[in-house]
């Protein structure tokens, strides 16, 4: 491609045309969905419309924790810490999930790695019902939760439970790298059992003398605070830390890093669904396309509250019926006026006409 | 013959449904994707059968079977899968193939009209003199209660042609052609309406005349001749199975005043005696996209529509239990009442006693 663009530029600009043209052409005459159709049907890795990958296999990493090593298509590519989306199909629902990404950019293949969460949708049939040969649907990496290109001489890599899934690729990356001088891998876990990638961190411990392996396990040590940091880490302040983990352990040790909040570049895993406030208590809506944000009063439903705030939506029936003012909720909690039903999932449609807000809400409008 | 209902009874009746209504939504899953995306399969399938059948083969064997396969494709594609996505139905799915707000189908009318027109003004108003511009689209009368003139004299005539020509029909609805002749809509606001009909119409015309022909080379005239007797198929079939959902006798039409502030249990109630059944097999059923249940469709558009004839069965029940009539019949049946209907409402109104309702 690059060569052909640098010799006769014309020639790339010509077929970009024609490309474009085609596709055009095809949505104008409808054929673009039985095209896609028919790729699906033949040749379901081949499909351009969205990046699909073949599981290839499937590891136990400990007890409740898998990991799902990937071959996709294509690889826009990656770096160390960044997260990819995940799209899967569960009784009938495509559910999309963000999972960091636990190997490297050198790996041939792309491994996430998931922890079964009691009463996750996704977590749990992945566990059950994802198998070597089945294909899942990526999207995009993404995450700045990144090494700065310069790589810090000193780092400590600090992750609690599942929160090593990015750590982890940091260090593999660093490791291919040979640029383990001088680091330290902190890791809690609830015990022995649950600790992420035992066996490797100890090759590579073995392996690099500039990797330190520290393992924190609540049910032998008191839990992991600021004070038990300081202890563990002394050197704390002159190292670049990257801290991913639970949100308690990550409030927990937070006050070690007062002063040093420059030097500290954190993950959060969002895990805890977004509790539903009183019916009637008041929400702000963020309109994720104008960028405006909409304070309510949260009795009436949305479309009668959006109206009042000035905004102009589309609507039909006014009672549930026509869909005509369906929009994409990308957070927060709503009720169903019509069957009392709450939404707290992400990315759930919603009807605007018969939806009261239950906690402050993002909207694609 | 329907009981008059207390308020307090159409409440209950509404929430009877209500219920019903929520129960079918617990359950909705992997079967009803399944089946969407079967039939989606074999649409596709049939589609390229007929295509192939027509671009390659020479005699008339395979010309039939060719027409036919394609006409398969374009009624699945159109009344199972095309209108059903289109409401919504599967919009849970989160599958961008089965968007109801992306779908296009393939036929004349386009779908961001029919979705204006259909989904909310037919769905809301149904069967409401002067709102519900499907009550004989405006140049039919299909009811007594309809104002007579003397251009619905050769309404039989006019019904059998739009039978053929039915997603021309479905297309030009969207353009309030009649409110523009009454004087009810500027020429403009025409234009606007016709602009978007008309592109779709060309860009179905260009494929189904001049590209697949194209394609075929020498066999072009063959190619297009079905492409033309498959568009047919699928019109008079279009044609027959929404006549029978809203035009049989004993299907009550409404002023606008008596349905004022309704409740929604009224609202219901509209629903089931503005629609009509059609009776049949499975087969039957999914061939006119579910609209053999119309009633179920009127009652809850957006459930997906192969738990129509599961659920059916119920509301009826509940309907007796109410009082309330069930228009449902044969095919035969519901085809006969509706071609009296046309034939009895082109001439002036007889002295006729007033309906019960």
């Keep these: ?365 | 013959m329907n009981r008059v209902l207390t308020p307090h009874e159409i409440d209950a009746f509404g929430r009877e449904l209500d219920s019903l209504r929520q129960e079918v939504l617990n359950q909705r899953g992997q079967r009803d994707v399944d089946h969407i995306r079967g039939v989606v399969r074999t649409m596709r399938y049939s589609e390229a059968a007929g295509r192939l059948l027509l671009h390659v083969g020479i005699d008339p064997v395979t010309f039939a079977l060719g027409s036919g396969a394609l006409g398969l494709a374009k009624i699945l594609e159109n009344m199972e899968i095309g209108h059903n996505v289109m409401h919504g139905q599967y919009d849970w799915t989160h599958d961008p193939e089965l968007d109801g707000e992306t779908y296009d189908w393939d036929m004349a009318c386009a779908a961001h009209q029919w979705r204006e027109y259909h989904n909310f003004e037919h769905h809301t108003f149904t069967n409401i003199l002067g709102r519900d511009r499907d009550v004989g689209y405006g140049f039919l009368r299909v009811t007594s209660e309809q104002p007579w003139n003397p251009a619905h004299i050769i309404q039989p005539f006019v019904a059998v042609g739009l039978a053929f020509l039915f997603q021309w029909g479905i297309g030009a609805h969207a353009l309030r052609l009649d409110d523009t002749i009454a004087g009810r809509q500027p020429v403009a606001e025409l234009w606007t309406r016709a602009r978007p009909f008309l592109a779709k119409g060309a860009r179905q015309l260009f494929k189904d005349y001049v590209f697949f022909p194209g394609l075929a080379l020498a066999n072009a005239p063959r190619v297009a001749l079905g492409n033309l007797i498959a568009n047919g198929i699928r019109n008079v079939w279009a044609f027959a199975v929404i006549f029978c959902g809203h035009f049989p006798e004993g299907v009550r039409i409404y002023h606008e005043q008596e349905t004022r502030d309704e409740p929604r249990g009224a609202w219901y109630l509209r629903q089931i005696h503005g629609s009509a059944n059609i009776e049949g097999g499975r087969l039957f059923h999914v061939l006119s996209g579910h609209l053999s249940h119309q009633i179920e469709h009127h009652l809850f558009p957006d459930l997906p529509a192969c738990r129509y004839p599961e659920f059916a069965p119920r509301v009826r029940a509940i309907c007796e239990r109410y009082g309330q009539s069930y228009n449902t019949g044969s095919f035969r049946a519901q085809l006969t009442s509706v071609a009296r209907q046309i034939l009895e409402n082109a001439l002036p109104s007889r002295a006729r006693p007033a309906r019960m309702h």
């Design chain 1, 1 to 365: 491609m690059n060569t052909i663009a640098t010799s006769a530029p014309h020639v790339a600009r010509i077929a970009s045309f024609a490309l474009r043209t085609t596709q055009r052409v095809s949505r104008a005459l409808l054929l673009d969905r039985p095209f896609r159709f028919w790729v699906n049907e033949l040749a379901p890795v081949a499909s351009r419309v969205e990046l699909r990958a073949r599981v290839l296999s499937v590891v136990d990493v400990t007890h409740d924790v898998k990991t799902f090593v990937l071959a996709p298509r294509v690889w826009p590519g990656h770096l160390p810490g960044q997260w990819v989306p995940i799209e899967i199909e569960v009784d009938g629902i495509r559910l999309r999930r963000c999972y960091s990404i636990s190997s490297p950019p050198n790996d041939p293949h792309v491994e996430i790695t998931v922890k079964r969460v009691p009463g996750g949708r996704v977590s749990n049939w992945m566990h059950t019902r994802l198998h070597a040969g089945d294909f899942v649907r990526l999207g995009a990496p993404s995450g700045d939760f990144v090494l700065p290109a310069a790589t810090p001489a000193k780092l400590l890599l600090l992750s609690g439970g599942s929160g090593a899934t990015p750590l982890i690729a940091i260090l593999r990356d660093l490791a291919h790298r040979r640029a383990l001088e001088d680091v330290t891998y902190l890791h809690a876990a609830r015990s022995r059992r649950d600790v992420l990638f035992a066996s490797e961190l100890a090759r590579l411990g073995a392996l690099h003398p500039g990797l330190r392996v520290v393992l924190h396990l609540d049910d032998e040590s008191p839990r992991l605070d600021a004070t038990q940091l300081w202890v563990l880490v002394p050197d704390l302040a002159h190292r670049e830390t990257f801290l991913c983990g639970p949100t308690g352990m990550m409030d927990a040790v937070a006050p070690a890093f007062v002063g040093l909040e420059g030097r500290l570049h954190h993950e959060r895993f969002v895990v805890a669904k977004p509790a539903a406030a009183a019916p009637g208590a008041g929400a702000l809506i963020h309109l994720g396309r104008s960028k405006r944000s909409i304070t309510t009063t949260g009795r009436g439903t949305l479309l009668d509250e959006l109206e009042q705030a000035g905004e102009r939506l589309e609507y039909g029936c006014r009672m549930g019926i026509c869909n005509t003012c369906r929009c994409a909720k990308r957070s927060g909690v709503v009720e169903n006026v019509l069957t009392g039903a709450i939404s707290n999932e992400p990315d759930d449609d919603i009807r605007l006409c018969v939806s009261i807000a239950r906690s402050d809400l993002t909207l694609v409008l």
